[in-house]
């Protein structure tokens, strides 16, 4: 072990290798790397059904091979992504960097699937399909960063610490909704990103775009409330300026919309990130008897 150590200390990755004391539990973006795998394994099946259910034994015996060669690269890649968080402090930043650049290019094969060999698919993806998925990359990877971002990590201490666990629970599950309803809606606009990337957008298409990470950051926000007993005013500034871009962005495409809902999001990450900067992790402080949707101020928001 130390000699290897000595081996990798030649380079700059040093700094990157787990310790003797760091924890061996998944961490956050190595399971999100395993959802876009799922997705990625998901198209693999769409593909193998078309080619199974054709009338042509030659068709079906043809779509068990290329099933086979698609199949390759993508475990290849997990494996390869695998042994990097096993080797690697998935809490670093160049691995969760690593992680999610290789979970991007994994998210782009998944959706080239369809296209592959030319047949029946669309043959290739088009430049304003490589920026829909890059915004919903970039948009799912911000969601995941924002509700993680300290209240996410302690929610199960705050529930622990708190006079009335139970309604203190309740009310974090009832945030979860309301940020699973925004998850959905979200996904329904970058659905009509990739569809309609141009053009003019419509009211219910902007609802779903925009709609759908303020719902998201109005369910933060209670979770917020729920584990510090305060909600940090830029949620309310990001609802505010998504919530209000609808009129300016009806003449603009989707893809513009969906850029712009990114770019808000990624405020409010990079606020987040500089609020930490240098600072202790907070303990949770839970909102016992104020664990409502009434949104009295009990503490000063940080």
């Known amino acids: 072990m130390t000699g290897d150590r000595r081996r990798w200390g030649r380079g700059r990755a040093v700094g990157l290798l787990r310790s003797e004391q760091s924890e061996q539990q998944a961490s956050y973006v190595e399971l999100f790397f395993d959802l876009v795998m799922v997705f990625a394994l998901n198209r693999l099946v769409a593909f193998a ?17 290329r099933v086979l060669l698609l199949f390759v690269p993508l475990i290849w890649t997990w494996t390869i992504t695998a042994y990097i968080t096993a080797r690697f402090d998935p809490k670093a930043s160049g691995t969760q960097s690593s992680i999610l650049l290789t979970a991007f290019a994994m ?10 060999f030319g047949g029946g698919g669309r043959g290739r993806v088009s430049a304003n399909e490589i920026l829909g998925l890059l915004a919903a990359f970039l ?6 960063r924002i509700y993680f971002h300290r209240a996410g990590v302690v929610l199960g201490d705050a529930v622990a610490a708190a006079r009335d666990p139970a309604e203190v629970g309740r009310f974090a599950g009832s945030a979860h909704l309301v940020m699973i309803l925004g998850i ?10 990739q569809t309609h990337p141009t053009g003019q957008s419509y009211p219910p298409w902007l609802a779903m775009i925009l709609g ?3 719902c998201f950051l109005l369910g933060r926000a209670a979770l917020e409330r729920a584990v510090f007993a305060r909600v940090s005013p830029r949620r ?11 009129v300016p962005l009806l003449p603009a495409p989707p893809l513009v919309a969906a850029t712009a809902a990114t770019a808000v999001l990624f ?34 928001a940080t």
Do not use: N
């Open 139 to 144: 948009t799912a990877v911000l969601l995941w």
């Open 236 to 246: 309310w500034v990001g609802i505010a300026v998504l919530l209000a871009a609808g």
């Open 49 to 65: 059904v078309q080619g199974a259910g054709s009338a042509d034994a030659t068709i079906r015996w043809a779509s068990v091979g």
């Open 267 to 300: 405020g409010i990450a990079v606020a987040d990130s500089r609020r930490a900067a240098g600072r202790p992790p907070e303990a949770p402080h839970p909102a016992d008897g104020e664990a409502t949707w009434l949104w009295r101020r009990h503490r000063p």
């Open 107 to 116: 998210l782009v094969m998944g959706t080239a699937l369809t296209g592959a």
């Open 184 to 193: 959905v809606a979200t996904s329904v606009g970058h659905g009509i990103v």
């Open 212 to 214: 759908g990470p303020a």
